[in-house]
């Protein structure tokens, strides 16, 4: 259950007043709100279960999925680096949090409408790190999947059981671990279940009979989906994200679901070492932490030559949410237009 701050503040011509509102829409947000016809029914007239606080709707509570944190890096960090890829061949590819975005909402937009992927079917990848490996990890579950990483120092007999047993239905395979990957689907089609669809991640110096022995790339894949697509989301935060399976050094290999909410805070040796790479790591836990004000300047290092005032202005300008809150949005009261952000004109809510 999260708890929720919700404040909704008009501010022109210097007079502020204080509204509320009953039901809002989302256009612009990360996400949509739910329908009226997802929403619970409201409790009978005249009983204490019919206190308008104490009805769950999206602006007091959404389910979390590390999808959004995505979207709030393109957002606010729209032009920064997230990824640098250098290939065995080729020049070093290098994509910014809002490319990293834009190219996962395509991926997810082409695994359902050409792959045809529903809601809880698993994806499964046999890949080394690269720029693929990295998108699938966003663009998976905002189709609405179930990711399932593959070691890829695995056998082609271990790999068919994995498959089988998580009854994956696309396989993304690195072109260099093609051939284990082909005869695992042998495998499993020799048992008669249905194999997965291969999609080949290839790189620039792929040979042309590698690439022809599989119906869809990454790449030509990704080009065929929507820069719109609306991301799907977790109908409630328990939903699996992932299945990973054990090395299976005793036995057969055993899968491991993890749920769009996570678990718990990384070991402190972990901690250790991200500080030691320069990321400084913020643990929010509890209620405390969370349930004020959740907007707040984000400062950036090229703001620190501008003249004293400028900073000051820009400082005042609060809006970025932290990490605890799903979204932020700057709204016209009457229309409920999404807003500018010039720091004239603010209605905002904090959804929790």
């Known amino acids: 259950m999260h708890h929720s701050s919700i404040l909704f503040l008009h501010v022109f011509s210097g007079k502020s007043r204080l509204k509320t509102s009953k039901k809002m829409e989302q256009n612009g947000s990360p996400r949509p709100l739910p329908s009226s016809e997802t929403e619970p029914d409201k409790p009978v007239a005249g009983s204490w279960r019919s206190i308008e606080g104490l009805v769950r709707c999206s602006a007091k509570y959404t389910p979390l999925t590390p999808v959004s944190f995505l979207h709030r890096a393109a957002k606010v960090f729209a032009d920064r680096t997230a990824a640098v890829y250098e290939p065995p061949s080729g020049s070093t590819v290098r994509l910014t949090w809002r490319e990293t975005r834009q190219r996962c909402l395509q991926l997810a937009s082409a695994l359902r409408c050409q792959i045809r992927i529903s809601p809880g079917d698993i994806v499964a990848s046999l890949a080394l790190n690269g720029p693929a490996m990295y998108e699938l990890h966003f663009a998976v579950p905002m189709a609405g999947a179930i990711l399932s990483t593959l070691n890829p120092r695995l056998n082609s007999a271990t790999l068919s059981i ?14 260099q671990l093609l051939e284990t990957a082909q005869e695992a689907i042998e495998l499993l089609a020799n048992t008669g279940a249905v194999p997965p669809l291969p999609v080949l991640i290839s790189d620039s110096d792929t040979s042309l009979t590698i690439l022809n022995s599989v119906k869809y790339g990454y790449e030509s894949l990704l080009a065929t989906g929507d820069i719109n697509f609306q991301a799907i989301y977790p109908t409630d935060e328990w939903d699996p994200i992932s299945v990973n399976y054990t090395s299976g050094t005793t036995s057969r290999p055993k899968g491991v679901v993890y749920n769009h909410r996570g678990g718990s805070p990384p070991p402190p040796q972990v901690l250790f070492k991200m500080e030691e ?28 030559s501008l003249p004293p005032n400028e900073r000051s202005r820009i400082k005042a300008r609060q809006g970025v ?15 409920m237009d999404s807003l500018p952000a010039d720091g004239i004109f603010f209605f905002f809510t904090l959804i929790d």
């Open 162 to 175: 994995l498959l089988g047993h998580s009854e994956t239905k696309v396989l993304f395979v690195d072109y």
């Open 277 to 304: 790479l320069g990321f400084e790591v913020t643990h929010i836990y509890g209620l405390t932490e969370t349930y004020g004000a959740g907007t707040y300047c984000l400062w950036k290092p090229e703001w620190d």
């Open 321 to 335: 949410q932290h990490l605890g809150l799903e979204a932020v949005d700057v709204r016209d009261p009457f229309t």
